[in-house]
């Protein structure tokens, strides 16, 4: 079993800055894609940023310019540097990721959540 553990919410003014994390671990034998969701009570996930093995990116429209995802493959961890926050950006922000496992081929993983707010 891989395990997703996710840092880094916290409560933050408008315009501040947060960078979360999220590292892997278990038996992984490669990690596919990895990206960040973000979901408000009664609402569906959406998703905010990804990014591939060989590093291309995508953003959400609502952050581009303002987020950046990275990861670092020796830690087997992701991050996302949130700029210039907004209000609307308060959600819960999900880990996501593609990882093949000893034993198996590719399976869907997701962290437990991390609560960022962005209020005064």
């Known amino acids: 079993q891989v395990q997703l553990v996710e840092s880094g919410g916290d409560l933050v003014q408008p315009g501040g800055s947060l960078r979360l994390s999220c590292g892997a671990s278990g038996s992984i034998l490669s990690i596919n894609a990895m990206g960040w969701y973000r979901q408000a009570p009664g609402k569906q996930r959406e998703l905010v940023a990804l990014i591939g093995s060989g590093g291309s990116t995508n953003y959400a429209d609502s952050v581009k310019g303002r987020f950046t995802i990275s990861r670092d493959n020796v830690k087997n961890t992701a991050y996302l540097q949130m700029n210039s926050l907004k209000p609307e950006d308060t959600d819960v922000y999900y880990c996501?990721?593609?990882?093949?496992?000893?034993?198996?081929?590719?399976?869907?993983?997701w962290g437990q959540g991390t609560q960022v707010t962005v209020s005064s």
């Open positions: 996501n990721a593609y990882i093949w496992e000893y034993g198996s081929r590719w399976n869907e993983y």
